[in-house]
């Protein structure tokens, strides 16, 4: 099986090698050349353990592992370090079931893939025969970072590099990232907003110049961002996990088409819903649920992707996203693998800021539908779901429950939970009418509002000593980048 770049003038590679690379030589990015081959059986699916169905789904998507490799993989991904022996669990509202993915060592569902995106490159290079030191360079917007480090930190043959905007991430966030004590992690604030830090990322990641100063060094440049398949293939796995679940309990029969809602910024967790829906998952509509940054909301609404509009920092921060990187896998897609097509729309967006999609492109999209909430109607939607069913959730989820309420959508839902409320403490009480006070105390509110245990990944997090306090101008990255590295 090979993967293509989006943008069609690149070689194909195999999967390790798109792993390895992060991202194509053209800047776009890689794709299945074909979807694989494979029988999602949901009368053997339903009995299996989420291992199971990672070890099926990495299987048919990275087949140039061997079946061992796959299998310390999947081990070392999920183990003992997840809260539930199940990975992800559920919560059921009706006709709406939450896939609480938010179970993993730093309370967001990047820990699904970031637990796995270590052992699959590390794996990779091996196969491909590079001893060079490989640098992990990845943007975040407040999760990803964090989840990141967690799986990469202490990783031989690694180092790794995250840019955070100084403002904009929540106190838990911060002080994850402040605080990670991997002896190969760097964590840098930058002034500007995670789009800054996105796009000189992509620029670092494709300067030819940049690669040969690393190589002649014995390093290389891989990415931790969606922006790898490495970190997508992992997130389609709880899709069908969770429709294999539904199955087991009798809330649909094999086969009945479905809903899946997901907050959304750079694309990715809805991505992988998609690449699930090719492969077999039966889907009625994908409900993309952004925040007052609703780039996406007019996308999908006029066929029109204007990035050039005021940027907002919100109470649901991971989703301050105004460039979603992993649109453009759709997109070709949706275009017919129309590469020509993918370059004019990327050239577009650089040069110009937007782009219109085509007719026949945009009809590709019938089956996608949009929605934003405010931040106002962010906290209300988390005082509505506690009062309705004592159930807290966290304000990227309320996003996603809000557009959900506003939608015509009917039927058996999945909808992506995609961190814990303890993530955002001061937000949630807010919600809850309760004055939030700030660090630990803040914690310790919300447990005693909720009745719930502060998770384990973050009872002492304040009390840890803060190791990373360097900030920069985005303009400044590449040289912190080289002062860093070489």
């Known amino acids: 099986m090979n993967y293509i770049s989006t943008r069609g003038q690149a070689p194909a590679v195999t999967a390790s090698q798109a792993i390895l690379n992060g991202i194509a030589p053209d800047g776009g990015l890689y794709v ?68 609480e993915l938010f179970h993993g060592p730093t309370l967001a569902f990047k820990d699904i893939a970031l637990q796995a995106l270590p052992h699959l490159l590390t794996t990779a290079a091996k196969k491909q025969g590079t001893h060079d030191k490989i640098i992990i360079l990845t943007a975040t917007s407040g999760d990803t970072g964090t989840a990141a480090m967690s799986g990469f930190g202490n990783v031989e043959q690694t180092e790794i590099i995250v840019f955070y905007p100084e403002v904009g991430v929540s106190d838990i966030q911060r002080q994850q990232m402040k605080t990670e004590s991997a002896d190969n992690a760097h964590v840098i604030a ?111 609404t006029t066929g029109k992707y204007d990035r050039q509009r005021a940027f ?18 759709l997109l070709y897609f949706a275009s ?19 782009y219109t999609l085509s007719a026949d492109t945009r009809q590709n999209l019938s089956k996608f539908v949009s929605g934003f909430a405010t931040q106002t109607q962010v906290s209300e939607t988390i005082k509505a779901v506690a009062k309705a069913t004592q159930y807290t959730i966290d304000p990227h989820t309320a996003v996603a429950r809000y557009v959900y309420g506003q939608q015509e959508v009917s039927g058996p839902t999945l909808i992506a939970a995609t961190a814990s409320p303890y993530k955002f403490p001061q937000t949630v009480l807010q919600a809850l009418e309760i004055t939030p006070q700030s660090d630990f105390e803040a914690l310790k509110q919300l447990s005693q509002a909720t009745n719930t245990d502060i998770p384990v990944p973050v009872v002492d997090l304040f009390a840890k000593p803060v190791r990373h306090k360097q900030v920069i101008d985005a303009k400044q990255i590449l040289a912190t980048l080289r002062h860093e590295i070489l």
Do not use: C
């Open 336 to 354: 017919g693998k129309n590469s020509e097509e993918i370059r004019n729309y990327m050239h577009d967006l650089s040069d110009k800021g937007e």
């Open 32 to 99: 299945p050349e074909d979807w694989p081959n494979i029988t999602l059986d949901w009368a053997a699916l339903k009995t299996q353990t989420y291992s199971d169905v990672a070890t099926q789904i990495f299987d048919a998507f990275f087949d140039d592992f061997s079946v061992a490799e796959i299998d310390h993989v999947v081990a070392k991904a999920y183990g003992k370090q997840w809260n539930t022996t199940d990975i992800v669990s559920t919560h059921q509202e009706a006709d709406l079931t939450y896939i």
């Open 190 to 300: 930058i002034t500007g907003n995670f789009d800054d830090a996105q796009k000189a990322v992509k620029s670092l990641l494709s300067d030819k110049t940049l690669a040969q100063d690393l190589r002649a060094n014995q390093m290389q440049f891989s990415s931790a961002n969606s922006i790898n398949i490495g970190r997508l293939v992992p997130q389609i796995v709880y899709y069908i996990y969770a429709y294999a679940q539904l199955v087991k309990n009798n809330d649909i029969k094999a086969g009945d088409a479905i809903n899946v809602v997901v907050p959304t910024g750079n694309f990715g967790n809805v991505l992988a819903a998609y690449y699930a829906s090719q492969i077999g998952l039966p889907v009625k509509q994908f409900v993309v649920a952004s925040n007052e940054n609703n780039v996406l909301t007019d996308f999908f």
């Open 312 to 329: 907002k920092v919100t109470n649901a921060p991971a989703m301050d996203i105004l460039v979603s990187s992993n649109l453009e896998r």
